[in-house]
């Protein structure tokens, strides 16, 4: 069975409650939130991505019975468990925000309403699902946001953690405004456009630079980029100069030259002069080797005439922020507001949505935080005020989606907008930069309702 679709992919724990669950007959309607609890400095705003597959994963949730005899040969779980686990089919509710949308922190961007056991059980594969990819399309829209109008390639399948981070780290990078993946499956499941050019191996297979150029040319001539840097970037711009018109002949274009490493501003500047010298105006040039949103907004800065970029290990592994605090917490159960007390860790209770507001030049101005009375009969608010937008909507219902998923096209022109309507400070990138997330006072009210009841049990 494939790792990523098994049930057991989930903490142990996990099951542990659930026996206890049965065993104690708690099998009433839970509420829980997934949402972040502070973002670091380097992330100002989160971009909600994942939403397919957790939905996926809802949708196909059952336990095969080579699983179910797998768990009774470890001799954990009584038989109540077993035939429940045996039986079980997702069967709740879910709200969430649109993939492409940009978040903050408190905000949930998935609710689940199920059973307890179903909705427990969840938990650690959706939070597998939704951080991972909301980290990288945050990561990816900061290249965009660094690097207006440039393309932007994902190179970063061979530093992913693993098979399903890197396809899913080409769809998250893809959704957010990348051009394109290197990533081939990428292509065959999720239709992103591909890119490639060639390795140093290529070039050092030859016994002459020039001769691999043109070997690589006449075999794939339809998108031809060579790369520069295997020996000495100059004197191999000057090689594809002599090369172009013998191609040309053959009618066979050079599209592009890549450069991998050195001082991709220097080398750019001077790469251009050789080619356009040469009367290869036309040619563009490419940047890979260990990118990031910060050494592409340099380039920029420089003026450096760079046309692309691949972006590959920063991207996929999110290297300066591998991971960010997800959460997913129980927010009421059978009808009643919980919460989260302990220090530093405290969470708002009940169903909750989320309203944005925008300025009058249609940039995001702030977010606010209510209760959501229609999803939970203890809130106290209806609506949002005038001008807000809620966030939160039913996807999901008696554990089948409602309408089939957006196209990934359609994520990524609503990613684009969003990353359009961010306020300035936020698309700047600059690192203190923050936005304004209000706590409704229905919110403060019913906390405060909650640890009094508390305090009297």
Not at 102 to 113: D, G, Q, S, T
Not at 223 to 235: G, K, P
Request: with cysteine.
């Amino acid at each position: 069975m494939e790792a990523a679709t098994s049930p057991l992919l989930t903490d142990l724990y996990q099951i542990n409650m659930i026996q206890a669950y049965l065993d104690h007959g708690d099998t009433d309607t839970a509420a829980f939130e997934l949402f972040v609890r502070s973002l670091p400095a380097r992330r100002g705003f989160l971009l909600a991505a994942g939403l397919h597959q957790a939905l996926d994963f809802l949708e196909n949730l059952h336990f095969s019975s080579a699983e179910i005899d797998w768990l009774k040969s470890t001799g954990r779980f009584n038989n109540n468990l077993l035939e429940y686990l045996g039986d079980l089919r997702f069967t709740g509710e879910v709200h969430a925000m649109a993939e492409g949308t940009a978040f903050f922190v408190n905000e949930p961007i998935l609710r689940v309403a199920a059973p307890l056991p179903q909705a427990q059980l969840v938990e650690s594969r959706l939070l597998n699902i939704l951080h991972f990819q909301s980290l990288v399309a945050a990561k990816a829209a900061r290249c965009v946001l660094a690097a207006p109008g440039k393309l932007l390639v994902d190179f970063g399948l061979r530093r992913a953690h693993g098979a399903e981070a890197g396809l899913l780290a080409a769809r998250a990078s893809y959704l957010a405004g990348f051009a394109g993946t290197a990533t081939v499956l990428a292509g065959r499941t999720f239709g992103i456009p591909l890119y490639g050019t060639m390795a140093h191996s290529f070039i050092q297979a030859q016994d002459d630079e020039t001769a691999a150029f043109e070997l690589f040319a006449r075999a794939r001539p339809d998108n031809v980029v060579l790369l520069l840097d295997t020996y000495d970037s100059e004197a191999a711009a000057r090689k594809v100069v002599a090369l172009a018109p013998r191609l040309k002949a053959s009618g066979i274009a050079i599209r592009g030259v890549r450069l991998d490493s050195g001082d991709l501003i220097g080398l750019a500047k001077n790469v251009r002069a050789i080619l356009d010298r040469g009367g290869l105006q036309e040619v563009t040039i490419f940047a890979s080797g260990g990118l990031d949103e910060d050494e592409i907004a340099a380039c920029l800065q420089a003026q450096a005439p760079i046309d692309g970029f691949g972006v590959g290990t920063s991207l996929t592994t999110s290297s300066d922020v591998p991971a960010i605090d997800f959460i997913y917490k129980l927010q009421e159960y059978a009808g009643v507001p919980r919460r989260k007390r302990s220090d530093k860790k405290a969470t708002w209770p009940g169903r909750k949505q989320v309203w944005r507001r925008y300025d009058a030049d249609g940039r995001m101005a702030g977010d606010r935080i209510s209760l959501d009375r229609a999803s939970s009969p203890a809130a106290a608010t209806t609506a949002g005020n005038a001008g807000e937008e809620p966030l939160l909507h039913c996807v999901m219902r008696n554990g089948r989606r409602l309408a089939p998923s957006p196209s990934l096209d359609e994520i990524r022109s609503h990613a684009r907008r969003e990353l359009e309507r961010l306020p300035e400070n936020l698309r700047r990138l600059e690192p203190a930069a923050n936005y304004p997330v209000e706590v409704g006072e229905d919110l403060i009210k019913l906390a405060d309702e909650v640890d009094s009841r508390a305090r009297q049990r």
